[in-house]
């Protein structure tokens, strides 16, 4: 796939992180061609931008020398800009790159939002944003319209102001919108609660976090046969954290470090440890691409529902990454446990890995499969 990026003012040659030579994927789309152009078109030259949800720096890396603030919920994001500003050494110039729950900057000159795939999320931005902006802030929020909702013009017209539609180009939309001083305040209860027995826990979940409000077929399959672990145990792709909670819970020896990709997933699972009681000093928090600079021989236990997508894009590379990584990260006799769904074929995976599998339990959707390092 091309490496070069055009748009409207220049080129760049941008890639997606984590690199895979091959790839079918790129990493920008018509969208991020779409909003640069309408912005080169209204001739808004305001500096210090606002992005919210660029991909891989198509955006911020176009606008570099108007100082962007850059907003991500993805690790992959964060590192992802930062190897394509070395790729691209004439774009120098900072740029800023912050978590959804970092203090944004007020009274941006333009704020240009990449609209996500979950609702709740485009909500949570808005609703973010609403009190940093004002009504003559140049705002302009874009995506491919495969990607788009039906609800989407609703949401941005709810949340912040009056949202007018571009017509489609290259089969992307941008929403040119305006704040509403006027709109009332929208609720703002950005964290989903629920419970679950056996083990009883209390979670709450961000918005952009994996099956949000609710507890997943596979996770509940899984946690039918979690086991224990007296030492290090990795809950790969923690999500809200259950599977790493449920097991601290049992085993209460037990260092857990909970990784995911999403920042606001990670706040969701640091936040749902400490109110279920548990010990700070048990935990570790941390945004990572899968195991990326882990010791070798650290841990005695891995737990992982692979994710089997990348932003908008459905991909097994994650998950062959995630298993590949577990087996240099196990300690020799360390177990791997894995649940998805059956047609994803992690058994192969495992197989070719590990050497061998053992099939747990599967119900009509989801299948829990355990490997083990040799010695």
């Known amino acids: 796939m091309s490496e070069r990026f055009e748009y409207t003012g220049g080129t760049l040659r941008l890639r997606r992180y984590p690199h895979r030579p091959n790839t079918p994927l790129q990493a920008w ?5 779409y909003l640069l152009n309408t912005l080169a078109d209204a001739a808004i030259n305001h500096v210090h931008p606002l ?3 660029d991909g891989f720096g198509a955006l911020a890396l176009a606008l570099k020398e108007r100082h962007p603030t850059l907003v991500s919920d993805s690790h ?3 590192r992802g800009v930062r190897e394509n500003q070395a790729l691209n050494p004439e774009t120098s110039q900072p740029i800023s790159i912050l978590s959804p729950l970092s203090d944004w900057p007020h009274n941006p000159g333009v704020v240009l939002i990449k609209i996500p795939k979950q609702l ?6 808005l609703q973010r944003l609403r009190p940093l902006v004002g009504p003559d802030t140049p705002i302009f929020a874009g995506g491919m319209v495969k990607h788009l909702s039906r609800n989407t013009r609703a949401i941005l017209e709810k949340n912040l102001g009056s949202a007018t539609p571009s017509r489609a180009w290259k089969k992307a939309r941008i929403y040119r919108v305006r704040k509403d001083p006027s709109l009332a305040e929208p609720s703002s209860r950005h964290r989903a609660s629920y419970q679950i027995e056996n083990p009883t826990v209390t979670l709450a ?3 952009n976090v994996f099956s949000r409000g609710k507890l997943d077929g596979g996770t509940r399959l899984l946690l039918k046969h979690l086991p224990g672990c007296e030492g290090v145990c990795i809950d790969l792709g923690c999500g809200n954290g259950l599977l790493g909670i449920a097991m601290a819970l049992r085993s209460q020896t037990a260092l857990v470090r909970f990784v995911d990709v999403s920042h606001l997933a990670l706040a969701s699972a640091e936040a749902n440890w400490r109110e279920n009681g548990l010990p700070q000093d048990r935990a570790e928090f941390l945004p990572n691409n899968g195991l990326d600079h882990m010791s070798e021989n650290s841990a005695e236990l891995i737990l992982c529902n692979p994710p089997f997508h990348q932003g908008q894009a459905v991909s097994d590379d994650t998950a062959w990454h995630m298993l590949n990584q577990s087996a240099k990260v196990l300690k020799p006799g360390g177990h791997l446990w894995v649940v998805g769904n059956r ?3 992690y058994h192969r995976q495992l197989k070719r ?3 061998g599998y ?5 119900d009509r959707r989801f299948v829990v499969l355990r490997s083990q390092k040799k010695a």
């Open 29 to 33: 789309d018509a969208a991020d061609q």
């Open 51 to 53: 992005i919210i949800s």
């Open 76 to 78: 992959l994001t964060h």
């Open 120 to 125: 709740a999320y485009l909500e949570f931005i």
């Open 205 to 207: 979940d961000y918005p």
């Open 343 to 345: 047609h994803l074929g």
């Open 353 to 355: 890995i590990f050497g």
């Open 358 to 362: 053992t099939h747990i339990e599967a």
